[in-house]
């Protein structure tokens, strides 16, 4: 990607690293390994010196042959190493910058250095492709191999290594990266997110200076709680909705990472994650393989909305459990009852959720402890027997009735977290995570059970595992995570407490896969006190996730807009609360932008809402397909506009939803100007009408009378360049329309 001349003492030193100059080596003669997707390439390539580098990160180009020119065309500042842009930098030889691996050898020794040995390329799929390439140190027998697995219709990335000695005693690992990515571009613009409990994925979006800007989470478990891993970065200027070069990247990992984004002496933006390595130097036997999770991207040349799309089919088409088929809709009891129910009021909620329309009934937090029981927040975790004074039939006696009601039946755990009130903490203290010379700290009055022992992961297992043997036709779990992990320290690893952080995801990942072994395909939700773990490396085994126990419907057009960059509609469970000012139909509205469910008290609703929520889950059901398996696009950005729109487009461009909330309640505020549709087809007709209306209310939309209306035909075109009003105002707050070819 550079040119490697350095003027140093007035003496032309040629860097070889890439062979193009010094050398007499061609472009054609060099390893040049190629990684496309496509829309995308990145080229690596081996210099006369074997180091790996990366050459090229971006849109793909028309001829594969002009890649080496592509160094030829910078004039920057040297390269004081020759490796700038190595592919997987590795620290204590000739590096000056942060490093992607850094070692201490058997011997004590810190340097490595990493040359590449060969590589081969899979074909796993049509679609997919996955490239390795080994890297040896000449002096230690160290090997690192990098994987890059393409999705080329996706065109998304996901990049890992696999780290391997055979030394004379073990190696510690003082940094193992996932990825090392290299950028170039005249600025770049970082959207990184932070939050806190019912604050989930606030933006925030600046341009990097020179230095190293870190994200990165110590948290443990509920790891996401003040920063997710997910990030963009744009080049040049802060890509548009539809226009601009952007990377959008994130950890497949639920507990420390740090993503490192440097812009080098030579104004290349590198950007370096992985596990953090906070606290976590990782002793690596002989002939013991460290792999790292992978780092997941994709880039657009062609703005935001085009990378999110890249996201959300590649999530909904290989990481997601069940990411094509369907989801239930649900009622929860959590904001109804809170701890507080029994058997008849459940009796009642399950004749609530059948009245209802939807499809389950999800029992919430407190069902569960009898020495300790969970009555409050202070007790119960970890003894996962019904309480008898609320459930004196068990749980089995509510599935029975769920089932006698035609409803499904689901159920909340939060399976890695101890109370410290409860026999599970006085029977195996040596399971929790604690220092066992400190005083404890709780977060939310509970602490973390101890992943990394296998003794506890079979507990975890067991829990999940007894329920469904209790109760097989149990429909969905609610896993939780609540607390953060204080005073790492974990009894089972004994001196290697270094490894901890590692080895708890670890834990939770064997269980979840065992979990996924053998009850493949039970929905699960991902939650952690509202959304502080939505991440992929979670996600693989979970259908869906909760992005905040904030639910009022205004947070949450802002909170759901910014996560649907990432995840796709399907896999964000939003629920209809009674949560904010808003009026019932504008809390449905919003919900419905992906994954409906409710928690609100039915036998409360007047006779208009519940028929409005009835009418609603109806026409929620035969427009699911398209808000799940549609192409999102966003048309009208609330943190610019007053309105907030966006649409799901099906496949074959013949159906479209397009969702419309008023954001700003200032005096006359609402949509004045027509809303640009998207990704419908130009030369296709189609017809617009207001949906999910409220009981008694027209639309001006709907109806022959007005001079927009339901039977007009539009065409595609007019839709996507003159644009349609959907008439928000302050006295229509919310509107939903489906678009239909006719
Ligand atoms: C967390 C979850 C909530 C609810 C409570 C129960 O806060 O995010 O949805 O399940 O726990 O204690």
Same mark, same amino acid.
């Given at each position: 990607m550079k040119n490697k001349n350095v003027f140093y003492k007035g003496w032309l030193i040629m860097f070889c690293s890439t062979g193009l100059l010094g050398t007499g080596a061609s472009y054609a003669q060099m390893v040049t390994i190629p990684v496309e997707t496509a829309k995308t390439a990145i080229i690596l390539q081996v210099a006369s010196n074997k180091d790996l580098n990366t050459i090229y990160l971006g849109k793909k180009l028309n001829n594969p042959d002009e890649y080496g020119n592509v160094p030829g065309v910078y004039k920057q500042a040297g390269d004081y190493t020759g490796m700038y842009n190595s592919a997987y930098t590795p620290a204590g030889s000739r590096n000056l910058l942060e490093p992607a691996i850094a070692v201490t050898h058997a011997d004590g020794n810190n340097s490595l250095d990493l040359k590449y040995v060969n590589h081969t390329t899979t074909r796993v799929s049509d679609d997919i492709s996955l490239l390795s390439v080994q890297l040896?140190?000449?002096?230690?027998?160290?090997?690192?191999?990098? *994987?890059?697995?393409?999705?080329?219709?996706?065109? !998304?990335?996901?990049?890992?290594? !696999?780290?391997?000695?055979?030394?004379?005693?073990?190696?510690?690992?003082? %940094? *193992?990266?996932? &990825?090392?990515?290299?950028?170039? &571009? +005249?600025? *770049?613009?970082?959207?990184?997110?932070?939050?806190?409990? &019912?604050?989930?994925?606030?933006?925030?979006?600046?341009?990097?200076?020179?230095?190293? %800007?870190?994200?990165?989470?110590?948290?443990?478990?509920?790891?996401?709680? /003040?920063?997710?891993?997910?990030?963009?970065?744009?080049?040049?200027?802060?890509?548009?909705?539809?226009? +601009?070069?952007?990377? /959008?990247?994130?950890?497949? #990992?639920?507990?420390?990472?740090?993503?490192?984004?440097?812009?080098?002496?030579?104004?290349?933006?590198?950007?370096?994650?992985?596990i953090n390595n906070y606290a976590s130097p990782y002793p690596l036997a002989a002939g013991q393989a460290f792999e790292t999770p992978p780092f997941v991207y994709t880039f657009s040349a062609e703005g935001k909305g085009k990378a999110s799309r890249n996201l959300q089919s590649w999530a909904r088409n290989y990481k997601l459990v069940d990411g094509k088929g369907s989801r239930m809709t649900l009622l929860n009891n959590w904001e109804s009852t809170y701890f507080d129910f029994n058997e008849t009021r459940l009796s009642e909620l399950l004749k609530d959720t059948k009245k209802l329309g939807v499809d389950l009934f999800l029992l919430d937090d407190g069902w569960f402890g009898n020495s300790y029981p969970r009555n409050d927040d202070h007790a119960g975790l970890g003894d996962w027997q019904e309480n008898r004074k609320k459930l004196p039939n068990g749980i089995a006696a509510i599935a029975r009735e769920a089932q006698s009601d035609g409803v499904k039946f689901g159920i909340w755990i939060e399976p890695e977290m101890v109370s410290p009130k409860s026999d599970l903490y006085v029977k195996h203290p040596d399971w929790v995570v604690k220092q066992p010379k400190r005083e404890e700290y709780y977060f939310r009055n509970q602490l973390v059970l101890d992943l990394s022992n296998t003794q506890v992961q079979d507990f975890v297992y067991q829990i999940v595992d007894s329920l469904f043997i209790k109760d097989p036709a149990l @429909?969905?779990?609610?896993?939780?995570?609540?607390? !953060?992990?204080?005073?790492?320290?974990?009894?089972?690893?004994?001196?290697?407490?270094?490894?901890?952080?590692?080895?708890?995801?670890?834990?939770?990942?064997?269980?979840?896969?065992?979990?996924?072994?053998?009850?493949?395909?039970?929905?699960?939700?991902?939650?952690?006190? +509202?959304?502080?773990?939505?991440?992929?490396? @979670?996600?693989? *085994?979970?259908?869906?996730? #909760?992005?905040?126990?904030?639910?009022?419907?205004?947070?949450?057009?802002?909170?759901?807009?910014?996560?649907?960059?990432?995840?796709?509609?399907?896999?964000?469970?939003?629920?209809?609360?009674?949560?904010?000012?808003?009026?019932?139909?504008?809390?449905?509205?919003?919900?419905?932008?992906? %994954?409906?469910?409710f928690d609100i008290v039915i036998d409360k609703l007047s006779g208009n809402d519940l028929k409005f929520c009835q009418d609603a889950i109806a026409i929620y059901n035969a427009n699911k397909p398209v808000i799940w398996q549609g192409d999102q696009y966003r048309l009208s950005d609330p943190r610019t506009e007053s309105v907030a729109s966006l649409m799901y487009v099906s496949a074959d461009r013949s159906s479209a939803v397009m969702l419309n909330y008023l954001v700003n309640y200032r005096y006359g505020e609402g949509s004045k100007r027509p809303i640009r549709l998207k990704g419908l087809d130009a030369a296709k007709k189609y017809t617009i009408s207001e949906i999910n209306l409220y009981p008694g209310s027209t639309s001006p939309i709907n109806g022959t009378h007005s001079p927009i209306n339901s039977t007009k035909v539009y065409s595609g075109d007019f839709l996507m360049t003159v644009g349609f009003n959907p008439e928000i105002s302050a006295g229509r707050t919310s509107v939903v329309l489906q678009v239909k070819t006719l």
């Amino acid at each position: 990607m550079k040119n490697k001349n350095v003027f140093y003492k007035g003496w032309l030193i040629m860097f070889c690293s890439t062979g193009l100059l010094g050398t007499g080596a061609s472009y054609a003669q060099m390893v040049t390994i190629p990684v496309e997707t496509a829309k995308t390439a990145i080229i690596l390539q081996v210099a006369s010196n074997k180091d790996l580098n990366t050459i090229y990160l971006g849109k793909k180009l028309n001829n594969p042959d002009e890649y080496g020119n592509v160094p030829g065309v910078y004039k920057q500042a040297g390269d004081y190493t020759g490796m700038y842009n190595s592919a997987y930098t590795p620290a204590g030889s000739r590096n000056l910058l942060e490093p992607a691996i850094a070692v201490t050898h058997a011997d004590g020794n810190n340097s490595l250095d990493l040359k590449y040995v060969n590589h081969t390329t899979t074909r796993v799929s049509d679609d997919i492709s996955l490239l390795s390439v080994q890297l040896k140190d000449p002096v230690y027998d160290f090997q690192v191999t990098l *994987y890059y697995k393409s999705y080329y219709n996706e065109d !998304v990335i996901e990049q890992w290594s !696999v780290i391997e000695h055979h030394e004379k005693g073990s190696v510690t690992l003082q %940094k *193992y990266a996932s &990825a090392n990515i290299d950028l170039n &571009a +005249g600025s *770049y613009w970082l959207r990184q997110y932070h939050g806190d409990w &019912a604050k989930e994925m606030r933006p925030e979006e600046t341009e990097l200076s020179h230095g190293i %800007k870190t994200l990165d989470s110590k948290l443990g478990t509920r790891a996401d709680l /003040f920063m997710p891993s997910v990030f963009m970065v744009s080049l040049d200027h802060p890509a548009t909705e539809d226009e +601009g070069s952007v990377l /959008f990247g994130s950890l497949e #990992w639920s507990g420390n990472f740090k993503t490192d984004l440097e812009i080098d002496p030579q104004d290349n933006l590198r950007i370096i994650s992985g596990i953090n390595n906070y606290a976590s130097p990782y002793p690596l036997a002989a002939g013991q393989a460290f792999e790292t999770p992978p780092f997941v991207y994709t880039f657009s040349a062609e703005g935001k909305g085009k990378a999110s799309r890249n996201l959300q089919s590649w999530a909904r088409n290989y990481k997601l459990v069940d990411g094509k088929g369907s989801r239930m809709t649900l009622l929860n009891n959590w904001e109804s009852t809170y701890f507080d129910f029994n058997e008849t009021r459940l009796s009642e909620l399950l004749k609530d959720t059948k009245k209802l329309g939807v499809d389950l009934f999800l029992l919430d937090d407190g069902w569960f402890g009898n020495s300790y029981p969970r009555n409050d927040d202070h007790a119960g975790l970890g003894d996962w027997q019904e309480n008898r004074k609320k459930l004196p039939n068990g749980i089995a006696a509510i599935a029975r009735e769920a089932q006698s009601d035609g409803v499904k039946f689901g159920i909340w755990i939060e399976p890695e977290m101890v109370s410290p009130k409860s026999d599970l903490y006085v029977k195996h203290p040596d399971w929790v995570v604690k220092q066992p010379k400190r005083e404890e700290y709780y977060f939310r009055n509970q602490l973390v059970l101890d992943l990394s022992n296998t003794q506890v992961q079979d507990f975890v297992y067991q829990i999940v595992d007894s329920l469904f043997i209790k109760d097989p036709a149990l @429909a969905y779990i609610k896993w939780d995570c609540n607390a !953060v992990i204080y005073n790492a320290y974990s009894v089972h690893l004994h001196q290697n407490q270094s490894q901890f952080y590692v080895e708890y995801v670890r834990g939770l990942y064997k269980v979840l896969q065992r979990i996924r072994t053998k009850y493949p395909n039970v929905p699960m939700m991902l939650c952690s006190g +509202g959304g502080a773990r939505v991440d992929y490396g @979670a996600l693989q *085994y979970f259908t869906e996730f #909760w992005p905040s126990d904030n639910t009022d419907p205004l947070e949450r057009i802002f909170m759901q807009w910014e996560y649907s960059y990432f995840f796709p509609a399907i896999a964000s469970a939003n629920h209809v609360t009674d949560w904010g000012k808003q009026p019932l139909k504008f809390r449905v509205d919003v919900a419905i932008m992906g %994954k409906l469910g409710f928690d609100i008290v039915i036998d409360k609703l007047s006779g208009n809402d519940l028929k409005f929520c009835q009418d609603a889950i109806a026409i929620y059901n035969a427009n699911k397909p398209v808000i799940w398996q549609g192409d999102q696009y966003r048309l009208s950005d609330p943190r610019t506009e007053s309105v907030a729109s966006l649409m799901y487009v099906s496949a074959d461009r013949s159906s479209a939803v397009m969702l419309n909330y008023l954001v700003n309640y200032r005096y006359g505020e609402g949509s004045k100007r027509p809303i640009r549709l998207k990704g419908l087809d130009a030369a296709k007709k189609y017809t617009i009408s207001e949906i999910n209306l409220y009981p008694g209310s027209t639309s001006p939309i709907n109806g022959t009378h007005s001079p927009i209306n339901s039977t007009k035909v539009y065409s595609g075109d007019f839709l996507m360049t003159v644009g349609f009003n959907p008439e928000i105002s302050a006295g229509r707050t919310s509107v939903v329309l489906q678009v239909k070819t006719l």
